[in-house]
Each structure stands twice: as structure tokens, then as C-alpha cells.
């Protein structure tokens, strides 16, 4: 399959290296265009007001990886790869693999999840690789898993274009419980904004933030409560496998918010 691969954690990540190296070796045509350095958690930005420089990078990938570095952002690179690297479009987006979690809400800021929801709005199929470790270096079993997913899709395409948001337990092979899909859960945080003073007296803030629990999607009854959340099956050692979608109406609310064009 032809293959665009992008990333937020950059050029020289580990994940993206090991992930365009492991599909170009069971027979992929894969190209690279991420971010030249890390762009975590910057979401779906664009850039509009500055040029977007692209370079194509040697000695970093497998030599059948045709790789380019972006100064613009993980949905810039993807971008750029479709309409300004590409001669045809790939069959998938791949994003990743992000060292770390993207579950719950962390999707709405991950730059790895907004790289692969770029190439769904372009109507191309695409997947999120994330390694639900931020400790762990070994990628080998995420890896192994997207070889064998892309195979599948290969057989078994999807029925409509969507991203699948992919999280892989940080854990030896052996140690994976299996394959679960699943919804989207909750998380909220403790936002910390902390107020400093840097050496020339000029005021700056530094913005951190604290788990403060996993909730469940929604308060009252619901036809998703039959799915368990990525959050909960990858606490236990399950790849996780999230269908996602740009749109972002609020379905259930369409027909109760009818009646307020009634008094507006």
C-alpha cells in the first residue's frame, strides 16, 4: 500500500522511524513528512502567516523511505505531504507512533490524532499510532501490530473513510491481552498556570497540569455504555482501537434544541 506518515514528535523520533521502517520492510511505499522538531500537543494549528519550509532528510529512515522534514505543524506536514510532496494520494494517513497515551480527551490536543484527522478530512483513510507508555522505549509490539492491521485493511478495507485511533500497551508482547474497541472516555485535569519571572525581570507563565480523575462519557444512560473506554482497556493491557470523527455536532441534542427556535 501507499503510505503518508506523519507525527508531533519529530523527524528524529524514535516512533516515526520505527513505524516507516517496519511497514517499508514488509513491502510498503512509504513516505515520511513530519514536523523537523517536536510539536506535541498543538492540536490541529495551521500556520498562516509564515512560509512552510519542507527539506527532504537523509540517514534517519530505511533507504526505500523517501522522508522530508516540515517547519510547520503535524497538520501542515500532512498537508504538505498530499499536495505539495505526493504526485498521487496515499491509500492511508498514518500518524505516529506518539510515545505516549492519546486517550480520553488528550485527542482534542494531540497533534499525532490531528496529523491522521487531517488526512481524513482529505477523504483518505488514516490511523493513529500512539505507545501508551511514556517511559517505555521499545516500539517493536506496536510495531508488529500496525504491520498486522494494515495487512487486514488490506484484505478488508474500511466501509467509509475514518480514523482509527490506535493505542498499544507499553508492555513486552507478551504482556498484550488482546485487541479491544472501544469508546472514547473522559479525563479532566487540574490546570496549573504558573506565574514567573524570567532574569530580566519580564513576567512569563508556564502552563502544567495534574490528573485528576477518569469519568465515564456521559452521565445518563446511554447506547455507547456497552463499550469500554481506551482509557480503562488500556489500563489493562488491551491495544486499544477508537473510531473518530471531524464532526462534531451533538446528535442526540438536535431535536430538543428545535424548540428553542421557538423563543429566540
Not at 12 to 19: C, E, N, T, V, Y
Request: aromatic share 6%; proline share 6%.
Amino acid at each position: 500500500m501507499k503510505l503518508l506518515i506523519s507525527n508531533d514528535d519529530g523527524v528524529f523520533a524514535q516512533g516515526i522511524r520505527s513505524l516507516a521502517n517496519g511497514l517499508a520492510q514488509v513491502g510498503h511505499d512509504v513516505t515520511v513528512v513530519c514536523p523537523d522538531q517536536e510539536r506535541s500537543a498543538t492540536g490541529h494549528g495551521l500556520t498562516l502567516h509564515h512560509p512552510i519550509r519542507a527539506e527532504q532528510v537523509e540517514d534517519v529512515f530505511a533507504p526505500s523511505v523517501t522522508a522530508w522534514a516540515c517547519s510547520g505543524t503535524p497538520a501542515d506536514s500532512v498537508k504538505v505531504g498530499l499536495f505539495g510532496v505526493m504526485e498521487t494520494p496515499p491509500d492511508l494517513v498514518l500518524a505516529g507512533i506518539n510515545h505516549g497515551p492519546n486517550v480520553a480527551t488528550d485527542i482534542l490536543y494531540s497533534g499525532t490524532v490531528s496529523a491522521a484527522m487531517e488526512g481524513l478530512i482529505q477523504g483518505i483513510p488514516s490511523i493513529a499510532f500512539s505507545l501508551g507508555s511514556y517511559s517505555s522505549r521499545d516500539f517493536q509490539a506496536a510495531v508488529e501490530f500496525a504491520q498486522q492491521l494494515i495487512h487486514t485493511l488490506e484484505k478488508h478495507p474500511l466501509p467509509e473513510a475514518m480514523l482509527l485511533n490506535v493505542n498499544v500497551p507499553g508492555v513486552p508482547s507478551q504482556d498484550i491481552q488482546g485487541v479491544k474497541i472501544t469508546r472514547q472516555g473522559i479525563r479532566r485535569y487540574l490546570d496549573i498556570l504558573e506565574k514567573r519571572i524570567d532574569p530580566r525581570g519580564k513576567t512569563y507563565y508556564w502552563l502544567t497540569g495534574e490528573l485528576m480523575e477518569d469519568v465515564e462519557l456521559l452521565n445518563e444512560p446511554s447506547d455507547l455504555d456497552e463499550w469500554i473506554t481506551d482509557v480503562h482497556a488500556l489500563r489493562q493491557n488491551l491495544i486499544t482501537i477508537t473510531p473518530l470523527q471531524y464532526n462534531l455536532t451533538q446528535i442526540t441534542e438536535l431535536q430538543k434544541l428545535q424548540t428553542w427556535s421557538q423563543m429566540l
